[in-house]
């Protein structure tokens, strides 16, 4: 099971953007794009017969996730994420700190 997933609640904890919290959007491999995190600014060259403007744009670019944790919002802070197995036989992702279901 993975400790990341799309539209869990991150906060940056190293890098440029320490200290953002962002929703995760997309996950590639060992990397995360997150909401208004990692912003770059990307030279867009224009195609009329397409219809796209060329010009400057923000892009949101990948971010390792290592570099992320999970926000716990009962303790406000980012917190390590672990695994248990219930009774049922069902695996979920809890909180390391407080040991509530993410």
Known sequence: MRKLLKGDDVIVITGKD???RGTVR??????AIVDN???V???RKGNPNAGVT??????????????????????????RVGVKVLDDGKKVRI????????
């Open 54 to 79: 060329g010009g400057i744009i923000d892009k949101e670019m990948p971010i390792d996730s290592s570099n992320l944790m999970v926000f716990n919002p009962t303790t406000g802070k980012g917190d």
């Open 41 to 43: 600014k990307k030279h």
């Open 37 to 39: 995190v990692n912003m």
């Open 18 to 20: 320490k200290g953002r």
């Open 95 to 102: 909180f390391k700190s407080n040991g509530e279901t993410v």
């Open 26 to 31: 997309q996950i590639l491999g060992d990397k």
